[in-house]
């Protein structure tokens, strides 16, 4: 399928395979994928395939079934890791702290007491490391 995408854009091209990630669920429209910063083991990313930059570009249909993949995948995320919380965040401009201008949603499982840094801040973990995580929630579709 031809998605419109941005050449510039990190996620498009993990979306067309131009770049190594480790791939938790995609479909048709969506992929999900292990953040390579990690808040927590199991930290997922959730994109559209196509590019827009925010909740304010996506076209409500895509963003309704972007929100339903999120869903299966953070119920996947907490059985893999037996997190006592997921955290679902989605951050729209610079002001609210968006690196990276392609939409998406970060699932983050979560443990008591816990806090969660700044995205910025965290140390990229090694693509064994993230490849792990990404088989165990592979086991809970």
């Known amino acids: 399928m031809n998605f419109v995408t941005n050449s510039s854009c990190i ?6 395979k131009q770049v190594p990630a480790s791939m938790v669920y995609e479909d048709e429209h969506t992929m999900a994928f292990m953040d390579i910063r990690p808040v927590n083991e ?11 930059a925010d909740i ?10 972007t929100n339903r993949v999120v869903k299966k995948v953070a119920i996947a995320v907490k059985k893999a890791t037996n997190a006592d919380g ?22 983050i499982p979560k443990f008591e007491g816990q806090t969660t ?15 792990a995580a990404a088989a165990k929630i592979k086991l809970h579709f």
């Open 42 to 52: 199991g930290h997922v990313l959730v994109i559209p395939k196509k590019h827009f």
């Open 86 to 107: 997921i955290s679902i965040i989605q951050q729209n401009g610079r002001a609210a702290n968006q690196d990276v201008f392609h939409l998406h949603v970060h699932i």
């Open 117 to 131: 840094p700044r995205f910025r801040d965290l140390v990229v973990a090694s693509r064994e490391q993230l490849d």
């Open 56 to 65: 304010f570009e996506i076209p409500e249909k895509l963003n309704a079934y």
């Open 11 to 16: 996620f498009c091209r993990i979306v067309k």
